[in-house]
DNA sequence: TTGCAATATTTGTAATTGCAATATATTCGC
DNA sequence: GCGAATATATTGCAATTACAAATATTGCAA
């Protein structure tokens, strides 16, 4: 059997990739007085606000406890609002404030920017092949996950 | 200016495949009685042993504070050993143990499958193609960083 | 050679994280 | 329509994490 290389290895590649982007991309924020995971919410309301607290989780790929309290600190922040009373009482849904927006706003160019370093050299065929694999990488483990536990969902559905 | 879409945002996608594939394989490691970044630390002393701990912390991109107590907890464990002499006094080389190795060996069956259902329905070029765009994607990341930061390195050389 | 900046690791410490337990609301079986 | 199982969010808590400070060693320059 040929050796194992780490250095190949896929997990390996797509881990220090994301801790690389996350750490750098995380200096940035400091400047606009967010965190990662809070710029990952902003993000997620941007692309769709209101969202329920367990559906922000499975798109920002936090845990849904973590994910409460980050919205504690964002709320207190003035970010977003939490709301409760839409049919179902136990849903609370998490909506994006004035200031949540304009900070969205302002953090986006940012972001835009920091992929384009990114994706330096790459063509737009490439970056989209690249996407594309990334998104197929991701549903091939989350149907691993669902096979391993059939029923009520692990968790991030 | 085109609306900001997170779902084909780069950082994104890497992120939450990233957190997929980790939460998903520290499942099967706990299986071993190991932890995530454990294993990312026998996987590097795999590829190289007697690494000093600045270059694990690079090569498994666990911040060197945080690798120093997983080692303490991995020494306790038995499964490597610190050793320090080797010409400069203030480095430290750790050292898979033969408990170390053995649990090694038989984790990479695992990690090997792992990355099998990862890429299940790539061909051979499309894998390699991911791997070497991610490899891309983080060096520009990281030649950025140096460019901010051009004195000292400012983490994970 | 002495002193001082740089390097390597560890330790202090506060914040973050995630699992488990809880609280509340809903739905399904009967 | 009642009660058990399910769903949603929060909270308790111990472990993990990361930044900063401390410690130890080295190398260089005066």
């Known amino acids: 059997m040929t050796a194992f290389d780490i250095t190949r290895y896929l997990p390996y590649l797509v881990n220090r990739t ?9 200096d940035v924020l400091r400047e606009h007085g967010v965190t990662l995971p809070m710029w990952r919410v902003l993000a997620a309301l941007d692309h769709a606000d209101g969202q ?6 499975a798109m920002t790929s936090i845990d849904v406890s973590t994910l409460s309290r980050i919205l504690d600190a964002m709320q207190e922040k003035g970010f977003v609002e939490r709301r409760r009373g839409g049919g179902d009482a136990r849903v609370v849904t998490v909506h994006e ?4 927006l304009a900070l969205t706003r302002r953090i986006i160019p940012s972001a835009r920017h920091y992929e384009d370093v990114a994706l330096r050299g790459f063509s737009a065929e490439e970056a989209a092949a ?11 483990v989350a149907a691993l996950e669902d096979q391993t536990a059939p029923e009520g969902e692990t968790k991030a559905a």
Chains 1, 2 share one sequence.
Not at 18 to 26: K, M, Q, S, W
Not at 52 to 57: G, N, P, T, W
Not at 130 to 140: D, P, S, T
């Open 52 to 57: 329920r607290i367990s559906d922000l989780a």
């Open 18 to 26: 994301g801790v690389r982007i996350a750490t750098a991309f995380g």
């Open 130 to 140: 690249l996407k594309a694999m990334l998104e197929r990488v991701y549903r091939n």
């Open 97 to 100: 404030t004035a200031a949540g």
